[in-house]
């Protein structure tokens, strides 16, 4: 099991590993091939530069915030005029970033503190930095944990680990609540789910839980389920005794017993309760998730039922 490292080591490369000097002899090295690894910046620069005694230090900053994601290479064009020169750069400052090998962006002149943020940002999209979980991975691991059936214990650890390290991410906070609500500990479920900020809880695996919790306090006034199964055997006609049935068979988790009463009442008569029982079956789907094996043979069900 994957589990995030909340050691207390540093936050990322040492500051010497991220920002160095480079000659025309060692560019290929320190360029070059070091870009075919992360992204690397070169600033060519000259003692006389004004304008690069303010954008240097700035650079450094922003380097440095990346945590490893992007590197930076200096070169003085008076010592080392070659490089440049090959590149045609005619005026300093000039920053130009190199990934796999070849030359990708730049700028040139001294630009504001904002502006060198948002370049880096814009170079670095989506990757992680040396050290650092990937939260993609981990959230993947968690999914497949709780995939498996009884491992809600062991999924909710992974996703509490997420939440230590960033306490707004969506996908962990629906799957904490998930897997309270597959354990029974509905309140639990609720107060994961109301730490997702208001313009988030249309996110689907925000609404899936939501809905799944929904569902289950529903069924918990319905009663045992064979006294309910009794009911439908008496009286097969008798719509609402199924439509409670399958709302507690799905709250024991037994899905295909759930869709099959809810499709029988359709097929019976699809205006019933302002078309309830198909209103019922796309709830359970939401709360299965679309790429379950229930929701994917119930929806081919319904729609013999509903195109046939």
């Excluded at 900053?61 to 010592?79: E, H, R, S, Y």
């Excluded at 107060?191 to 069924?219: F, G, H, W």
């Excluded at 009794?230 to 006609?237: D, G, H, I, M, R």
Aim: aromatic letters at 4%; one cysteine or more.
């Amino acid at each position: 099991m994957t589990i995030i490292d909340q050691g207390n080591g540093a936050a990322g490369p040492a500051a010497a590993d991220l920002i160095k000097d480079t000659t025309t002899q060692t560019f290929v090295k320190d360029v070059i091939e070091e870009s075919k690894r992360q992204p690397v910046l070169i600033d060519f620069w000259a003692e006389w530069c004004g304008p690069c005694k303010q954008l240097t230090p700035l650079l450094e900053k922003a380097v440095k915030a990346a945590k490893g994601k992007v590197k930076l290479v200096k070169m003085n064009i008076d010592q080392h005029p070659a490089i440049p020169g090959q590149m045609g750069i005619q005026s300093i400052p000039a920053v130009i970033a190199f990934v796999n090998g070849q030359p990708a962006d730049g700028f040139m002149g001294a630009v504001p503190e904002s502006q060198l943020n948002a370049f880096i940002e814009k170079l670095t999209k989506g990757m992680t930095a040396p050290g650092e979980p990937n939260i993609a991975e981990i959230l993947q691991e968690a999914e497949a944990v709780l995939a498996e059936g009884d491992a809600a214990a062991a999924a909710a650890q992974i996703y509490a680990e997420v939440l230590q390290h960033d306490a707004t991410n969506i996908a962990a906070l629906a799957g904490l609540a998930k897997c309270y609500a597959v354990s029974g500990a509905m309140e639990q479920a609720k107060q994961t789910l109301a730490m997702v900020p208001e313009s988030k809880r249309n996110d689907p695996a925000v609404k899936a839980v939501q809905t799944a919790i929904d569902l289950a306090e529903q069924a918990q006034s319905l009663g045992p389920v064979a006294e309910l199964e009794q009911k439908v055997a008496a009286n097969p006609l008798d719509h609402q005794a199924r439509f409670d049935l399958a709302t507690a068979l799905n709250a024991q988790g037994n899905r295909a017993a759930a869709t099959e009463q809810l499709l029988a009442i359709v097929k019976r008569d699809r205006k019933w309760n302002d078309d309830g029982a198909r209103k019922q079956l796309v709830q359970f789907f939401e709360a299965w998730g679309g790429t379950d094996d229930a929701t994917v043979e119930g929806r081919k069900r319904l729609s013999t039922i509903l195109f046939s």
